[in-house]
């Protein structure tokens, strides 16, 4: 074979790669997409105003006039194809537990990107069932927002609705900001990320209550300095009976946080955030430095009570995008995400208490071995809390306001009076012991 020939087959080649390239390129995957969604059950009929920008549906043709802009005489077949493929085939919606049938397209709008008429249910309404845009409007495709109205057959408006938006494919980042309008209630706005899974819109006590507690569970697994500091609190003791007053102190502290601030007590401030998240890398440093330089730590649970605030406001903070999911019932989620947070405790717990006795037994002294890990764990810690006071630099030093000092009282005086009441408690358990001891004395021969 010539070189000629060589290069000439080489050359057709890669015209055909470039060939079959074009198209791939000409529809890309958007980057972001925003799915905006209405479901309300009025009747027997649940209705669904959905708006998607069509730039999300790349298997739709559109018909085309001069200067490739959509022909508006000839779309309302491809709008409705369009609502088919992009939205109604990536989305269940359930009465109960029972799967609703395919919806009937009410109406299909290609509206412009500057229509602001999904602001509310009633003006996306009268939007949807109003007159399209006119034939002579110019607009590619491109940059067209395709809106539906979708109705399902319900057997009724009180009853309980879910729904699976699987609209992950549409983009490589996919916002689905959905309302729920049931009857004679406030609106519950949700918020989902690419495929959310099964959403229940108004959830009863116990599916609100079982989400949150796995929830808590997950969160806690997930969290590495709580872990870490749960690692600091037991590593000198690794035994259930000394642990109990500690984890019950720690548990206490974050509830008393978490719940309040999902309340909107917490500081609502920019700065306050990343001042928990370098506090709870400070509370891990030092619970570290102490395993270190203390050989037998006394009352350490007044230590996990008071790093406990500090903890709770951290899992409020990866609580607040699913206290959505809560409903009417926020006290029972919360209480349900805290008995998932204590659930993988003692998950932890009941791992690392049997393995840290073998290590110490088979493998290294018990003193050298806790002098060890509270290195790494210390050293890392101290690293955490570096970059995370880097981050808190960023912000301007706080002013102090009226409502920032309130809130700051009231918080200072119920961490008194649950620290006052903790130790009275104590201190009666102590005078206990010791009257119980007296009398063992007392009544040896």
Known sequence: MSLRVAFGRFALLLAALLFLAVPAFAHDIPNDVTVQAFVKPQGHVLRVLMRVPLKSAL????????????????????????????????????????????????????????????????????????????????????????????????????????????????????????????????????????DAGLVRLDPRWYQAAANFVGFGFFHILDGTDHLLFLLCLLIPFRRVRPLIPIVTAFTVAHSIT???????????????????????????????????????????????????LVHGFGFSYGLQHTLQFSGSYLLTSLLSFNIGIELGQLLVLALLVPLLNIVFKYMVAERMGIIILSVIVGHTAWHWMIDRF???????????????????LRWLMVIVAIA??????????????????TGERLSAP
């Open 59 to 194: 298997d739709v043709e559109f018909p085309r006039r001069e200067r490739d802009f959509v022909d508006l005489s000839r779309v309302d077949q491809s709008l409705r194809d369009a609502a088919t493929l992009v939205l109604s085939n990536n989305m269940d919606l359930y009465e109960g537990d029972r799967l609703l049938p395919s919806p009937r397209i009410v109406a299909a709008h290609m509206s412009l990107e500057s229509d602001r008429s999904f602001a509310t249910y009633e003006d996306a309404l009268a939007h949807v069932t109003s007159p399209p845009l006119s034939p002579e409007t110019t607009i590619y495709w491109e940059q067209g927002i395709l809106d539906v109205l979708f109705e399902y057959p319900i057997q009724s408006d009180r009853s309980y609705f879910s729904i699976h938006a699987a609209f992950d494919r549409l983009a490589l980042h996919v916002i689905t900001s959905l309302r729920f309008l049931p009857p004679g209630e406030i609106v519950r706005a949700y918020q989902l990320e690419g």
């Open 258 to 308: 978490l719940i309040g601030s999902a309340y909107g007590y917490a500081p609502d401030v920019l700065w306050f955030p990343p001042l928990i998240e370098t506090l709870i890398a400070a509370s891990v440093f030092y619970m570290a430095l102490e395993n270190i330089v203390i050989t037998h730590p006394k009352r350490r649970w007044i230590i996990a009570f008071s790093f406990g």
């Open 390 to 408: 880097e981050v808190l630099r960023q912000f301007p030093r706080p002013q102090i306001t009226a409502t920032g000092l309130a809130t700051g």
């Open 420 to 437: 006052a009441t903790a130790w009275l408690i104590s201190l009666t358990a102590r005078r206990r012991t010791q009257a119980a001891t």
